[in-house]
Each structure stands twice: as structure tokens, then as C-alpha cells.
């Protein structure tokens, strides 16, 4: 079975991002950059099944400005076999990458397509959704645990109230939660491996997709500070704030 | 041109998400239309056809929708969708999977998580954890939109009649099928929708002390119980507790946010809330910066003592 898994370069998620002064835009000029959360547990799964015996090839793909090399080689230092850059300076929205990664899809003809549930940029998680409408392919969002059997796979996902167990059969979409797994730390051997293997890369034009963007932002902001309030000394204290100054008990 | 909300239901009762995703398409026309979507649902239907400001509602009843599976809803909505200015579905777990694959069917942008309508085709919508707040502009015909349920105040007066008519429910895909769900049942407030809202960070420690130490002081309050991804990565709380960029979004009156230390990844969860109160012994925490009333102390003395007192 082939794997395809979609990595996104995104600002780290320990950086706090600043607009612009003119409000346009964030300003994620020389901050520290790193591949999605939810993609590294994306790959880390593909790497397991390759391990497991159950996956033959992994491929990873990333859209974007000529650095998400950098991404696609943590990938590949992870375990994955070769990566796909679609090269573009164009702003990508999720509808536009969807049509990408359907494009590569429809070149590669993956058995499995496994995404991020969301990418902590945009927080759209939406790509995963719209790529399984545009292929046809049936749709296992915010994944906890896969199971890969035959032709099929057994989805648990984490839903509000609880989890929901879904069987879908390939090829498939999946998208991953948090707590579908514990991606590993990368060895430097490996990272030496992962120069050696194979990049291609692609731009829209060659794969015939029209990435204009279909919304405008037409202004960023920072939301209101919280003023820090104040320490108390006491529980008692506590309770009589609560009661007599915000008046919510 | 008429809006279409999407209902959140379980095929009996209709989900309090679902006013307040009306509440937000009421900024964008007067003539709402509710589609409620499932299997022997008709009691939700007519709970629908009384919410305040709905003008009809659409039910669409079928063994393929039972589960409200999103291959099924994203066929069923995209069929209709064209026939509205926008469509709406709530930002729960059930809205963000049908609603992108709809759009897609359609070949439309979605525009995810609203915390604000501007106008017809332009909305506010967090970024980055919450770090920013994105003014966008939809250009498409049909708006699809998520909404965030917590920025929005339901009208549950119950003053709608509105008419109820059938939609032809969708064909199986064939392609996805309903295992099982496990739902956890709580008997405390539902936490989006919950007034108080006690939450517990790593610092419990064990699934034990979670229990032991927050239950009480949830019950005094009548409060739901909510937790950080560290708390529920550990097993100490349930998945489905937790609160932040990736979890729930909460805005209750008051929240308590118990041996939480405040990485941006939670507060994105949770500071929108009216009064917030942190529990930490670290002084320097970043929590505090936000807490209106911080304690500084071991949670295990200060929170049953805090029980006491209430
Ligand atoms: C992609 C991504 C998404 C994420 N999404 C979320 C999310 O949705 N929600 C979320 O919460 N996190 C999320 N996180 C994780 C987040 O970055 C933090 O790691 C997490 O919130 C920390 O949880 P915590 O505050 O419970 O633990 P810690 O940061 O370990 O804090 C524990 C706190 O307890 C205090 N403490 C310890 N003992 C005591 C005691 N006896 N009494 C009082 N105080 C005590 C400590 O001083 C400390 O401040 C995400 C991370 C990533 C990368
Ligand atoms: N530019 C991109 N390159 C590669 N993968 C992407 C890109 N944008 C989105 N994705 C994938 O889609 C997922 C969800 O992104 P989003 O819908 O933007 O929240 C991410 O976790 C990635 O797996």
C-alpha cells in the first residue's frame, strides 16, 4: 500500500506571532518556522504501518515557497521514502491545496492520503475534507487510532461527547488528532540518510490548478489584551472577590 | 437570499449549538432555513421549526444519515447549498467534518470558526491559536461558514412556527460505515454551553486526583469540568475535556483553571471567559498574566479548602 502524506511549514508553535503595523498582515518575517504538529503525527503514523509491514512507499508532499524542502527533509529523515514539493510563492488557501494534493494524488494513486486535522497557522482544518470530496474518497477526520485490514480501515475518532468508530474502505483520507500518536525524535543518521532521497518538484502551472484565492483578508488584529488581574492572598479573599466585586458566584 | 443552518442533533433532541449558529446567520438575512439532517428525526425538526427567527425547515430522514456520516451530508448539502446566499454549520466536531467536504463538492471556500459576522460576506475568525484575529472577505456564491457557538447568544425563546418540509434523503456511499460510538455521560453541564467551568492541568497528577480534588468543587458549583491537553494526554481526564486551540472553546462566566500552567495553546480555549480564576504555585505562571484572580499555592490544599468556603 501506498502512503501520501501532506506536510505544511508553518510558524513553530511555541512562537507568538505579531501583526503587522498596518494591520495587512502577520509579520513572520526571520521567525522560527517547523512542519505542522498534526503533520509530524501524520508522518509518524506512515512510518509505523511502513514498519508494521502494512505500508510499501511513502510519499510526502508539501505546497509552498522554496523552503518547505526544509519540511519534506524532517519528513524524510522520519522514515518517509521521497518527497513532492509543489513549488509557489501564491498564498494558498485550503480549497487551492486540496486541488493540489488531488492532482499529485491523481499521478501517484496513493491507497492512503493521511493529512493534519488542522494546520496551526490558518487553523482551517478543512484541506483533509475538501481533498476527500474532490477525489471521492471516503473521509476519517481527527483520527485517534487506525487500523489498516485488507481493503479496509477502522477509524476511531475523537468527537465531541466522546469517540466515534467508523470503518472506511480504501483509498481513504485520514486526518490526525493529537493523540493518534507520539511522533519520534530524528537521529542524525538519519537526517544524513534523508539528503540522499529523492525531490521532485512540481509547480501549479504543470499540474493545471487555478490557486486563486477566493477569500480576502481584508485586515489582521490583535484581540484585546486580558489585563492581568490581581493575586489574592487567601481562599477567603478568593470567595468574597468572587462574590462582591465580579458578582459571579 | 436565504441562509441555511445546518442542525446539530443527536436524531432527538436538537443541540443548544444550533441556536447560536442562528444566531449568527440572523446578521446575515431574516430568512433562515434549518436543515435537519438524520434518522426518525422528526422531533428535532419540530424543535427547530420553533427556534426564534426560522422561517423553514428542511428535514431530510434516512438510514444513510443516521450517523450523519460526512461522505452522506456533504452530497446531501451540496445539493441544496446553491439554492442559498450562505450556509452555516456550528464548529463542533460533526460541522467541521460534513461542512468543508460540501463546500469542496461545490467547488467553494469555507470560511472556519466565525467569531463575528461583518457583513454578508465578510466574517472574523481566530488564527494562530487565537494570537489574531482575521477579518475575511468570501467571494464565492455560496458562503460556507463555521461558527464558533461560544461567541454567539442562542434566542431560546422558542417564538418560531415555521413550516416543515421533506428533502430527499441521500444514498448510502457505500464507502463509510457506522461502527460504534462510545459517548461518555456526564451529569454535570455540557462544557461549551456551561456557565462554570472547572478545568485541571498536569499538576493533578493521576486520573484519581482529578476526580477526588475537581469533582467536588464542580459539583458545589454546578460546574462542567474541562482539562489541558497535557491532563488528557496523561489519562488523567477524558479526550473530550479538553480545552484550547485544538480542543474545546469555552466562555463561561467564570473558569477556573486549576494546575494549568497558560500555554497559548489552552488560553486560545479559554480567554474569552468572563472572570477567570488560576490556581498555581508557580507565581510566575503564565496563566496569571490573564487570570482575573490568581492564588498562588499547591491546588491540593487551596482547592478543597476553596470548596469549603463556597
Ligand atoms: C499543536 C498543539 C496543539 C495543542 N493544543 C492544546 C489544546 O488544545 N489545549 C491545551 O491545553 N494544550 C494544547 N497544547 C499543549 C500546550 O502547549 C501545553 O503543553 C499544555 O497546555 C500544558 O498543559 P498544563 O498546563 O496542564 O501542563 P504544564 O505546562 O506542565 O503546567 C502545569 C502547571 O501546574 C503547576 N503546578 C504543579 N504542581 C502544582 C500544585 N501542586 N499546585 C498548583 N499548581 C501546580 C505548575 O506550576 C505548572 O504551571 C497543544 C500543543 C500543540 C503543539
Ligand atoms: N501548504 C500545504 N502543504 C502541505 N500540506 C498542507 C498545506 N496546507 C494544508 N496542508 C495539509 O492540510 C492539513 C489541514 O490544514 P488546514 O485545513 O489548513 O487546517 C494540514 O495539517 C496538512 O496536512
Do not use: W
Not at chain 1, 105 to 128: C, F, R, S, Y
Not at chain 2, 129 to 142: E, F, I, P, R, W
Not at chain 2, 240 to 264: C, E, N
Amino acid at each position: 500500500m501506498k502512503v501520501l502524506v501532506a506536510v505544511k511549514r508553518v510558524v513553530d508553535y511555541n512562537v507568538k506571532v505579531r501583526v503587522k503595523t498596518d494591520g495587512s498582515d502577520v509579520d513572520i518575517a526571520n521567525v522560527k518556522m517547523s512542519m505542522n504538529p498534526f503533520d509530524e503525527i501524520a508522518v509518524e503514523e506512515a512510518v509505523r504501518l511502513k514498519e508494521a509491514g502494512k505500508a510499501s512507499e511513502i510519499v510526502v508532499v508539501s505546497l509552498g515557497v522554496t523552503q518547505c524542502q526544509e519540511t519534506i527533509r524532517t519528513a524524510l529523515a522520519m522514515g518517509a521514502d521521497r518527497g513532492v514539493l509543489v513549488e509557489t510563492d501564491a498564498t494558498l488557501q485550503p480549497l487551492a491545496v486540496a486541488k493540489l494534493l488531488k492532482a499529485v494524488i491523481d499521478k501517484e494513486q496513493p491507497q492512503l492520503v493521511i493529512l493534519g486535522k488542522q494546520a496551526i497557522d490558518d487553523d482551517a482544518n478543512q484541506t483533509g475534507q475538501m481533498l476527500a470530496a474532490l477525489t471521492g474518497f471516503p473521509q476519517g477526520t481527527f483520527a485517534s487510532k487506525v487500523d489498516v485490514a485488507g481493503n479496509e480501515l477502522t477509524v476511531t475518532r475523537e468527537i465531541d461527547g466522546g469517540l466515534e468508530t467508523l470503518q472506511i474502505s480504501l483509498p481513504a483520507v485520514i486526518t490526525t488528532d493529537l493523540r493518534l500518536n507520539e511522533p519520534r525524535f530524528i537521529k542524525l543518521p538519519n537526517i544524513m540518510a534523508a539528503k540522499k532521497k529523492p525531490i521532485e518538484t512540481l509547480t501549479p502551472a504543470a499540474l493545471n490548478v487555478d490557486v486563486t484565492p477566493r477569500l480576502t483578508v481584508v485586515k489582521v488584529a490583535e484581540p484585546a489584551a486580558r489585563a492581568a488581574g490581581k493575586k489574592v492572598a487567601s481562599v477567603a479573599e478568593l470567595v468574597e472577590k468572587l462574590r462582591t466585586e465580579a458578582k459571579v458566584l | 437570499m436565504s441562509v441555511l443552518v445546518i442542525a446539530e442533533h443527536d436524531n432527538h433532541q436538537l443541540k443548544a449549538a444550533t441556536l447560536k449558529t442562528i444566531a449568527a446567520a440572523r446578521k446575515i438575512s431574516s430568512d433562515i432555513h434549518v436543515l435537519v439532517a438524520g434518522h426518525q428525526c422528526g422531533a428535532v425538526a419540530e424543535a427547530a421549526a420553533k427556534a426564534a427567527g426560522v422561517t423553514k425547515v428542511r428535514v431530510a430522514d434516512g438510514e444513510a444519515l443516521a450517523h450523519q456520516l460526512a461522505e452522506n451530508m456533504g452530497t446531501l448539502i451540496a445539493g441544496i447549498a446553491k439554492e442559498y446566499e450562505a450556509v452555516l454549520a456550528p464548529a463542533t466536531t460533526a460541522g467541521k467534518n460534513y461542512l468543508p467536504r460540501a463546500a469542496a463538492l461545490c467547488d467553494m471556500a469555507m470560511v472556519s470558526d466565525i467569531v463575528a459576522v461583518e457583513s454578508a460576506d465578510t466574517f472574523v475568525r481566530p488564527i494562530y491559536a487565537g494570537n489574531v484575529l482575521a477579518t475575511v472577505k468570501s467571494s464565492d456564491a455560496v458562503k460556507f461558514v463555521t461558527v464558533r457557538t461560544t461567541a454567539f447568544d442562542a434566542d431560546d425563546s422558542n417564538s418560531g412556527s415555521a413550516a416543515i418540509e421533506a428533502v430527499a434523503a441521500v444514498a448510502d456511499s457505500g464507502k463509510s460505515r457506522f461502527i460504534s460510538a462510545e459517548m461518555a455521560k456526564y451529569d454535570r453541564p455540557e462544557l461549551t454551553a456551561a456557565r462554570v467551568v472547572v478545568s485541571g492541568g498536569r499538576a493533578l497528577a493521576s486520573a484519581d486526583n482529578f476526580k477526588s480534588v475537581l469533582t467536588p468543587l464542580a459539583d458545589k458549583l454546578g460546574a462542567a469540568l474541562g482539562a489541558s491537553r497535557a491532563a488528557v494526554d496523561a489519562g488523567y481526564a477524558p479526550n473530550d475535556y479538553q480545552v484550547g486551540q485544538t480542543g474545546k472553546v469555552v466562555a463561561p462566566d467564570i473558569y477556573f483553571a486549576i494546575g494549568i500552567s497558560g500555554a497559548i495553546q489552552h488560553l486560545a480555549g479559554m480567554s474569552s471567559s468572563k472572570v477567570i480564576v488560576a490556581i498555581n504555585k508557580d507565581e510566575e505562571a503564565p496563566i496569571f498574566q490573564v487570570a482575573d484572580y490568581g492564588i498562588v499555592g499547591d491546588l491540593f490544599t487551596i482547592v478543597p479548602e476553596l470548596e469549603k468556603a463556597l
